[in-house]
């Protein structure tokens, strides 16, 4: 890091420089470690690579834009947080205008749910992608291929290993044909977590599977309803 001076010295709220022992920062590198299958040199330039993307897309040590009013992420079984996307309520015109602002989008999600570590007992993160209701006539438009290549790339050479689980649900078959085609170019170790469901039953088998019912949300089967989640202990956040 000392070669490297204009680079933060914080990340996530973790003090990277520091010359006392933190936890934290232990935690953290490991996932750079995980990243680069713990290869020390490799592991460094993917810090490197992070910290400089960060400060060439303006991007904030803790965002500030995560939602202070939002009701708290549902956990898996084993204390992840979830990270549930509906497909069909986000600003599709927004999103999709350009490659830029779709990739964007995924950065800030990203950001948002890393947001809410610890590194102490959380880490990792479950994302669930459901694609309930979501139509996109005339296939998928090329901004939004280049965009999907270009955060594939952007993970991989510039963050950490911090994906539990990639669920996709309800998908429709135009992107099912999609994954397909991206699937040669996702890393071995990213591949290995992404799992498509398009039946509604296999659905909700293999979601209850994961999360406790009184923590899934009603669509997939679950016993959670919004406007009764501050009733539980950890109701689902929608974004």
Not at 66 to 84: A, C, E, F
Not at 112 to 140: E, Y
């Amino acid at each position: 890091m000392t070669d490297h001076p204009d680079l933060p010295r914080t990340l996530w709220s973790i003090d990277l420089t520091s010359p006392d022992y933190c936890y934290q920062r232990h935690v953290l590198i490991l996932s750079f470690l995980a990243g680069e299958k713990y290869n020390v040199e490799k592991s460094l330039e993917l810090m490197i690579n992070h910290l400089q993307y960060r400060v060439e897309h303006d991007i904030p040590p803790v965002p500030s834009y995560v939602d202070d009013t939002s009701t708290p992420p549902s956990r898996d079984k084993l204390g992840r947080p979830i990270q549930i996307t509906c497909i069909s309520k986000i600003n599709a015109d927004e999103v999709f205008e350009s490659r830029k602002s779709f990739v964007a989008w995924r950065i800030r999600e990203l950001e948002k749910t890393i947001a809410l570590f610890d590194f102490v007992n959380v880490n990792s993160v479950v994302f669930i992608q459901d694609f309930s209701g979501f139509r996109m006539f005339g296939g998928v438009p090329a901004k939004v291929k280049e965009g999907i290549s270009e955060f594939i790339k952007i993970k991989k050479d510039s963050y950490p290993e911090l994906t539990a689980e990639s669920i996709f649900v309800n998908v429709p078959k135009i992107f099912s044909l999609l994954f397909q085609t991206f699937k040669f170019v996702i890393p071995q170790r990213t591949l290995k977590k992404m799992t498509i469901i398009q039946s509604k039953r296999d659905v909700m088998l293999t979601l209850l599977e994961k999360i406790h019912p009184a923590d899934l949300d009603d669509s997939f089967g679950g016993l959670f309803r919004l406007g009764v989640g501050w009733l539980l202990l950890c109701p689902i956040r929608r974004l």
